[in-house]
């Protein structure tokens, strides 16, 4: 078994492809791809996140739950684009900074599952793990891990990359989980000394995935690009801080983003010894305020949504905290579009019974625009 194989075994969250042999083709394609990505724009994002480390401004992140192969079009990506852009000009116009924009995107092809099947109507399917595996369509042939949507996904990342770049007129960066080995691995490229995974700028690791003995922390530890850490509510000290120096060796500033996702009610009581863990071990991390997967709750009509006011009160906390401590906020990584959805509910515009009213988000609910601006408001104050 090489070294590769043996990697994707361990791994957890992976699709069960239908087709060995076409599975073997499509990794074999991508593998002599163009990158999406170049390494010198990863390590200038790495640089620019090394200033936000020191406590030199803030990071903006944010995107689709989950990509679709439908939505990529232009007006989408720069609706996505510029709800970032209008959050990014709030902050700063209030700290005289500009931030590092991170978007949420042009990767995001591919999601974890807390269970491999979903049952409608007694009907038992396979999960959709997003595009880059399976359709939504709860059918039989959608739901099969079809190995050739990969390449599907890596275009789409192409054009979602393009028309971002387009949008934003340059200088915009691109993050997505990277969750979905077969398609990581292949895209992964030396550079220098070291290599670079050439899917996009940053890649995160999950929840679901960061163990530091898992095949994504072990994928992470050995590629340039800066890299994401979610951290929830269960996350000791001792953990965190094991998978810290894995990730983290050298005490890169820069290296390293831990994205904070607590729930409102939590934030208080389990932040505080993490943050306090990690500046005691000396790693010079970048903090990020997740405000949105500890916060979901059911809609009436059935639909996950998010109040805007507990999303609001998680950044609230995570501010605090870091204030308390003396550590610095690095800023906010949300799930969020361009388009007027109404996934989430706000007590101004969007009240509990108007969630499937305009409910277009393939898995978890995003904020709107005008959302997006309540959000640039309270960090405008906060700065």
């Given at each position: ?5 043996a ?15 076409a ?9 002599i791809?163009p990158?999406l ?7 200038a ?17 944010g995107?689709?739950?989950a ?7 232009y007006?989408?990506v720069?609706g ?7 959050l ?14 991170i978007g949420?995107?042009?990767g ?8 491999p ?6 009907r038992?399917?396979p999960v959709y793990?997003?595009d ?8 039989a ?12 996904a890596?275009?789409?990342s192409?054009n ?7 949008a934003?007129?340059?200088g ?6 990277g969750l ?37 922390v072990?994928?992470?530890a ?5 890299i994401?850490?979610k951290?929830g ?6 953990q965190?801080?094991?998978v ?18 607590m729930?409102a ?10 943050v306090?863990?990690?500046?005691a071990?000396?790693h010079?991390v ?23 006011d507990r ?26 579009t361009?388009?007027?959805v ?6 101004r ?13 393939a ?10 601006h309540?959000?640039g408001?309270?960090?405008a104050t906060?700065?």
């Amino acid at each position: 078994m090489t070294g590769q194989q043996a990697v994707l075994a361990a791994a957890a969250q992976q699709p069960t492809w239908s087709d060995p042999v076409a599975l073997a083709a499509v990794t074999a394609e991508l593998a002599i791809r163009p990158p999406l990505v170049m390494a010198d724009e990863c390590q200038a994002l790495t640089a620019r996140l090394a200033m936000v480390a020191h406590g030199w401004g803030m990071v903006i992140q944010g995107g689709d739950c989950a990509e679709t192969f439908d939505a990529v079009r232009y007006d989408n990506v720069a609706g996505t684009v510029g709800a970032l852009r209008q959050l990014a000009g709030q902050v700063a116009a209030a700290s005289g900074r500009e931030p590092v924009v991170i978007g949420r995107m042009a990767g995001q092809f591919a999601k974890p599952r807390s269970r491999p099947v979903e049952q409608i109507g007694g009907r038992e399917l396979p999960v959709y793990r997003g595009d880059a595996v399976n359709d939504r369509t709860f059918t039989a042939a959608a739901r099969v891990h079809d190995p050739s949507r990969m390449l599907v996904a890596y275009q789409a990342s192409a054009n979602v990359l393009a028309y971002a770049r387009r949008a934003a007129g340059g200088g915009f960066f691109v993050s997505h989980e990277g969750l979905l080995l077969d398609y990581e691995l292949p895209l992964t490229r030396p550079a220098g000394d070291g290599h670079f995974a050439a899917s996009g700028h940053m890649l995160w690791i999950g929840e679901r995935t960061r163990d530091p003995r898992s095949a994504h922390v072990i994928y992470a530890a050995g590629i340039r690009n800066p890299i994401g850490l979610k951290v929830g509510p269960s996350t000791t000290p001792e953990q965190l801080m094991e998978v810290v120096r894995v990730l983290d060796p050298e005490r890169i500033p820069g290296r390293l983003t831990l994205i904070s996702r607590m729930g409102a009610d939590r934030v208080d009581a389990v932040l505080p010894a993490l943050v306090a863990a990690v500046r005691a071990g000396g790693h010079p991390v970048v903090w990020l305020c997740d405000p949105m997967h500890g916060n979901t709750v059911t809609a009436p009509s059935g639909h996950k949504t998010r109040h805007v006011d507990r999303i609001v009160a998680e950044i609230k906390a995570f501010f605090m905290v870091h204030r308390a401590i003396g550590t610095h906020p690095g800023g906010v990584h949300l799930e969020l579009t361009g388009r007027m959805v109404t996934e989430c509910v706000d007590d101004r515009n969007v009240m509990p019974v108007d969630v499937p009213r305009c409910f277009e988000s393939a898995c978890d609910p995003r904020l709107n625009p005008a959302q997006v601006h309540r959000v640039g408001e309270l960090l405008a104050t906060l700065l």
